[in-house]
């Protein structure tokens, strides 16, 4: 650190100076967050020094906590759900993993988890010090149930199934999976960090929520689909015992005992998404998801028009492309400032997610890009 004191202003350039090093929404098909609305903005604003982890300090953004996890819980089929706003799926799916595993008391316990699970379970694995058995999938891309069941044993302790694969999009069989955790007794997570804010506002009746008897835990992010401000993720389990497996005495807090993994914590973020889930409403976001799902479709049908042909037909607002050479594909576009990503193998792919950002002129503008690349490559 410098020893003299630099004026506000000579920081301010040099922040602003770095700031236009970063890239801008607009060209961005890799991510899943994206712009948060103006709402949470201003939200965030006005939270910015209140502390979760000391509530009866900051009674007021406590309440707007309790009152966003109900607004997620009645969105997620069970109003009496209980949980709390954490950093973002990394850290909903640890806790959720870790109040399975307190609960069920094993030690040198495993989890079964889809192989198309996000890599924060990996993390998991050596955090908590248990198996991650990973699935196999089948042609669809969804966990096969059956090697689901060759891999649980009595050291399990919990399931995961997937509602919007972060590579694909693809929801796994939610019912059969409740149905073997109900018959073994064991906890089912659902991560739903990208589903969670588009499946309720899709067309169709999707069964993978806690309307799902069976259902223990499911992660939800505001930071994704929900259009909140960055960093608020949602980690909601059926009742309260689960929730209390992960309870601490914190001794000299306002509060005796608490269950989330970080100790001071952000209230903005809880703020952000009360705010949005308030002024958007259910209509708010079917019409956004309505508008991905529009963007996702003529990405298919520009794409299939110059011989491309999606990896999977999407579910959601995530679209992936054969195209003969992946890496070489994406690195052209890169070259032509278009950000996107790849799956992994043995199912490589390029990767797109259809977020708010996106504009319908953009897509025709990649599209043109892509056919052009691959005309040349081919
Ligand atoms: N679960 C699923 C299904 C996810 O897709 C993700 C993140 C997580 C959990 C973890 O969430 P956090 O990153 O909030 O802890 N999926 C994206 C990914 O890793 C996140 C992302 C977002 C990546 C923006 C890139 C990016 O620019 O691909």
Redesign the pocket.
Known sequence: MREEALPEEEVMRILEEMRSKDLSYGR?F????TLPHPIAVRAHQMFLETNLGDPGLFPGVAEIEARTVRMLGELLGCPDAVGYIS???????IQAIRAARNEAGIKDANIVVPAS????FDKIGDLLCLEVRKAELDESLRVDLESVRRLVDERTVALVG?A????FGQVDPIGDLAALALQRKIHLHV?????GFVLPFLDGEWAWDFRVKGVSSI?I?P??MGLATI?A?GLLFRGQDCMSALETETYYLTKARQASLTGTRSGAAAAATYAVMMHLGQKGFRETVGYCMELTRHLVTGAKQIGIEPFVEPVMNVVTLKVPDPAGVREELMRRDWHV?MTREPHRALRLILMRHMTHENVDLFLRDLGDICTKSG
Request: proline share 3%; glycine share 16%; hydrophobic share 25%.
């Open positions: 961005f890799s991510t899943m967050c950093t973002g799926g990394t850290e909903s799916n699970a996000h890599f924060s997937i919007g694969t972060t590579e991560d739903a960090a990208f589903g992660t992010d930071h994704k960093p993720g990503s």
